[in-house]
C-alpha cells in the first residue's frame, strides 16, 4: 500500500512559478508509474502529466506542455511538478496518483491518490 501526500501548493500571480511535490511511503515507489492531475470545483478531474517508474518518458496536457514539468527522483521516493508561467486557468487542488492501469491520462485506473494540494493563481 502506498501513500502519497502532496506539497508545496499556494496562492501565486499570474506568471509565476511553484513547485510541487509529492512523497511516497508505504511501497516501492520506483516500481509505479506517476501522474499529476488537477481539479478545480465544479468540474471534472483533469489529467496534468505523467512519468514512467524509470522517469524517462513523459506525458503532459496540452493546457500545460512547456509551462509544467514533471519529474522523479526515486531514491528520495518523491515525485514533482515544476510550473512556470502559471494562469488563472491552472487554478486548482493539484492531486498526484501512481500505479496507472489504464494508461497514465484516464484518473479512473490509477491506484493510489494523495489528498491535494491547493494552488490559486491570482491575475
Known amino acids: 500500500q502506498v501513500q502519497l501526500v502532496e506539497s508545496g501548493g499556494g496562492l501565486v500571480q499570474a506568471g509565476d512559478s511553484l513547485r510541487l511535490a509529492c512523497a511516497a511511503s508505504?511501497?516501492?515507489?520506483?516500481?509505479?508509474?506517476t501522474g499529476w492531475f488537477r481539479q478545480a470545483p465544479g468540474k471534472e478531474r483533469e489529467f496534468v502529466a505523467g512519468?514512467?517508474?524509470?522517469?524517462?518518458?513523459?506525458y503532459y496536457a496540452d493546457s500545460v506542455k512547456g509551462r509544467f514539468t514533471i519529474s522523479r527522483d526515486n531514491t528520495k521516493n518523491t515525485l514533482y511538478l515544476q510550473m512556470n508561467s502559471l494562469k488563472p486557468e491552472d487554478t486548482a487542488v493539484y492531486l498526484c496518483?501512481?500505479?496507472?492501469?489504464?494508461?497514465?491520462?484516464?484518473?479512473?485506473?490509477?491506484?493510489?491518490w494523495g489528498q491535494g494540494t491547493q494552488v490559486t493563481v491570482s491575475s
Open positions: 496518483a501512481a500505479d496507472p492501469k489504464r494508461g497514465y491520462r484516464d484518473y479512473v485506473g490509477y491506484n493510489y
Open positions: 508505504g511501497g516501492t515507489f520506483s516500481y509505479y508509474g
Open positions: 512519468i514512467s517508474r524509470g522517469g524517462v518518458i513523459t
